[in-house]
C-alpha cells in the first residue's frame, strides 16, 4: 500500500477537489472555510500535484485545473494505518473502542458496524478484532 503523509491543511484542500471533481486555485480558495492567501493555496496544490503525486495538473488557458488521482479511500486507509499504528500500537481494537467512545452511541450506527465486521468476516480478513469481538456482544452499552 502506498503511503501518503499528507497534513491536515492537505487534506483540507483535497477534499475540496473531491467534492468539485476539478478545479482551479481560484475555485479552491474560494471553498475554503478560512481565509489563506491565493498563493499559500497556489504552492500548496503545486506540492500536492508535483511532489506527493496526488493530484494531476493541466494547463488551460492561463490557469492550472487540479484534478486527485487518489481516491478518498486510498487516503483514507493510508492514514487510519498510520494512526492504528503510531497511536495504538497496530492494535484496531483499540482504536475503534477510542473512536466510538467519542460519540453518542446509537442502535443505528452499531448496526453498521456489526455489518462491518460480519463482512470483513466474510471475505477472510482476520483481525484481532474481528476475531476477539462477537457479533452478539454489545459494543457499548446503551443507556435508556
Same mark, same amino acid.
Given at each position: 500500500m502506498t503511503r501518503y503523509r499528507l497534513t491536515r491543511y492537505e @487534506? /483540507? @484542500? *483535497?477534499?475540496? *477537489?473531491?467534492?468539485?471533481? =476539478?478545479g482551479t486555485v481560484q475555485d479552491v480558495s474560494n471553498r475554503l472555510t478560512r481565509d489563506l492567501a491565493y498563493t499559500t493555496v497556489m504552492t500548496t496544490l503545486n506540492l500536492l500535484a508535483i511532489r506527493k503525486k496526488v493530484l494531476v495538473r493541466e494547463k488551460r488557458g492561463r490557469a492550472f485545473v487540479y484534478r486527485p488521482i487518489v481516491t478518498r479511500e486510498e487516503i483514507s486507509k493510508t492514514v487510519l494505518a498510520e494512526l492504528t499504528d503510531v497511536l495504538f500500537g497496530n492494535r484496531?481494537? =483499540?482504536l475503534v473502542l477510542n473512536l466510538w467512545s467519542e460519540r453518542q452511541s446509537d442502535e443505528r450506527a452499531e448496526i453498521i458496524l456489526r455489518d462491518a465486521i460480519e463482512r470483513v468476516r466474510a471475505i477472510g480478513q482476520t483481525? /484481532?478484532?474481528? +476475531? +476477539?469481538m462477537p457479533v452478539s456482544a454489545p459494543l457499548?452499552? +446503551?443507556q435508556t
Open positions: @487534506l /483540507e @484542500l *483535497l477534499n475540496i *477537489l473531491w467534492q468539485i471533481g =476539478e484496531l481494537p =483499540e483481525s /484481532e478484532l474481528v +476475531t +476477539t457499548i452499552e +446503551t
